[in-house]
């Protein structure tokens, strides 16, 4: 019963370098979604997909680009990592019937120097 | 202003008091949510409303969408509640979008 599941869970790169971090889901969710959460700071949503093959940018998408591979993946990339984007970020899926709640990936852990 | 604000940001208790958080928001809303952040780090939905009150365990949930305000209960606390708690809102016209407060940690202490 796997849920949402994000790879890594921890990171450390160097200002400059490329990343990608890699979400999947396995509950035939249609909505897909990228947030960041900072020290005093509620989450934020980076990107999210409501269908498989549409893509749209969140409150905080600068900096970052997206991937809705299929129904089951959406991949958050990082071109050119800025100190900036040292944060945790989650992904997350949603049924697509209203009421239903997103579940949450347990996060994966960014430092960029 | 933030458009949802938490109260208190943090809150500590004694095993088996009553703990109330608030959530009070500036835009029309279809639905709240209140979320627990596990000190993992891990997010679990506690609850969606869109009126009323709902009830699950110790837990409860209320929301008053004339006065823009909902609140989450805990009774008879217990040191494995301690996490934070995370108020989001569906704006009418976000979709599913949703948009979070800044959380309250809880801690429970024997």
């Known amino acids: 019963n796997a849920g949402v599941t994000q790879t890594p869970k921890f990171q450390v790169l160097k200002t400059g370098q490329s990343m990608t971090l890699q979400c999947a889901q396995d509950?035939?969710?249609?909505?897909m979604y990228w947030y960041r959460q900072d020290p005093g700071m509620g989450l934020r949503l980076i990107y999210y997909s409501a269908s498989e093959g549409t893509t749209d940018k969140g409150e905080v998408p600068n900096g970052y680009n997206v991937s809705r591979l299929n129904k089951r993946e959406f991949s958050l990339r990082l071109e050119s990592a800025a100190p900036s984007q040292t944060s945790v970020y989650f992904c997350?899926?949603?049924?697509?019937?209203?009421?239903?709640?997103?579940?949450f990936g347990d996060g994966t852990r960014l430092s960029i120097l | 202003k933030n458009e949802v604000e938490q109260s208190p940001q943090n809150l500590t208790a004694q095993e088996g008091e009553f703990i109330t958080i608030n959530c009070s928001y500036s835009?029309?809303?279809?639905?709240l949510h209140w979320l627990q952040q596990h000190p993992g780090g891990g997010i679990v939905s506690l609850f969606m409303l869109s009126s009323g009150k709902k009830k699950h365990g110790r837990l409860i949930a209320t929301i008053n969408i004339q006065e823009k305000h909902s609140s989450l209960h805990i009774t008879a606390s217990h040191p494995r509640d301690s996490a934070v708690y995370i108020c989001?809102?569906?704006?009418?016209?976000?979709?599913?979008?949703?948009?979070f407060g800044e959380g309250t940690q809880l801690t429970v202490n024997p």
């Open positions: 997350a899926s949603r049924g697509g019937l209203f009421g239903q709640p997103q579940h």
């Open positions: 989001a809102v569906i704006r009418e016209t976000s979709g599913s979008r949703l948009t």
């Open positions: 835009v029309g809303i279809s639905a």
């Open positions: 509950m035939n969710h249609n909505s």
